[in-house]
């Protein structure tokens, strides 16, 4: 709080006592001449501002980030630089359980053939017969095992530094709540 402030705040506690106390405010007058007379205002110096240097930007010098050839070169550079060998078939024909997220899949059984063994998955209310081999999910997933309560998966996924790397996963079988 400021000095003037205070002041003020006292001078009026000040009078409202006095102003009870006396029948004439001439005493209570006189006392506030006195002490505006005696207060002296002291207003801080202000500091000097930073001087303000502005920046000359040459954009035709410059790149442009947005360019999306710099973009290809950037991913074929990163590509050329992999340490990791793995990488999924993109030249091959997609099959039909690729187009659906793993996450909405469901396993409802098996089906078993002489020397054959198929897994049935559900997507959409439509129910597929799948082997060891194909292809399941949207992470180039391709089936390893199948047994009476699963089937098995190794997915291959582009980690953060863009590298191809294997994960395992699993669908097991969902009971039906009839």
Do not use: H
């Not at 500091?47 to 947005?66: M, Q, R």
């Not at 187009?99 to 897994?119: H, I, N, Q, W």
């Not at 998955?121 to 439509?126: E, F, I, N, S």
């Not at 997933?141 to 190794?154: F, N, R, S």
Request: glycine share 6%; aromatic share 6%; with cysteine.
């Amino acid at each position: 709080m400021s000095r003037l402030l205070r002041v003020g705040l006292i001078a009026a506690t000040v009078a409202t006592a006095l102003a009870g106390c006396s029948d004439s405010g001439v005493e209570l007058q006189q006392w506030m001449q006195e002490t505006k007379q005696q207060t002296k205002v002291s207003i801080p110096k202000l500091s000097e501002p930073k001087k303000f240097i502005p920046f000359l930007y040459d954009s035709k010098a410059s790149i442009d980030p947005y360019n999306p050839k710099k973009l290809l070169v950037a991913l074929a550079r990163a590509q050329g630089n992999s340490s990791s060998m793995l990488k999924p078939d993109m030249e091959r024909r997609r099959e039909p359980l690729e187009s659906y997220p793993l996450d909405t899949l469901k396993m409802v059984g098996t089906l078993e053939k002489p020397g054959l063994v198929f897994a049935l998955l559900q997507a959409d209310k439509v129910v597929f017969q799948a082997k060891v081999g194909n292809y399941v999910g949207q992470n180039f997933g391709m089936i390893t095992k199948i047994t009476d309560t699963a089937v098995e998966l190794k997915e291959i996924v582009q980690d953060a530094s863009g590298d191809w790397v294997e994960r395992q996963a699993k669908l097991e079988l969902q009971e039906s709540k009839k």
